[in-house]
Nanobody, 118 residues
């Protein structure tokens, strides 16, 4: 089992910045991929960004150039720096983890709300 604990989030004005972090504990397999997903109000959950143990990243087109994902393998923690936030970034953000042999993300955090509003 893997437990994911997110921190960060909150309310920010358009154009502002926020950061999220997520620490994974439990039985961590390597190599693995960790990432962030979000669920906007009334919409399905969508990919934000992922990062593998070797540092390979993947971003949704909507956040490229504004969000940066990073990780510290020594402490199994993934980070998401979000700059130039837009109202459409408002969503519940979830941390996710999967061993690289798994097809889907099979462990999820409880999520944290980000609201971008003036």
């Amino acid at each position: 089992q893997v437990h994911l604990e997110e921190s960060g989030g909150g309310l920010v004005q358009p154009g502002g910045s926020l950061s999220l972090s997520c620490a994974a504990t439990g039985v961590i397999f390597n190599p693995n991929t960790m990432g962030w997903f979000r669920q906007p109000p009334g919409n399905q959950r969508e990919l934000v960004a992922t990062i593998s143990s070797d540092g390979t990243t993947n971003y949704a087109d909507s956040v490229k150039g504004r969000f940066t994902i990073d990780r510290n393998n020594a402490i199994d923690t993934v980070y998401l720096q979000m700059n130039n936030l837009l109202p459409e970034d408002t969503a519940f953000y979830y941390c996710a983890y999967r061993p690289n042999w798994a097809i889907e993300f099979n462990f999820w955090g409880r999520g944290t709300q980000i609201t971008v509003s003036s």
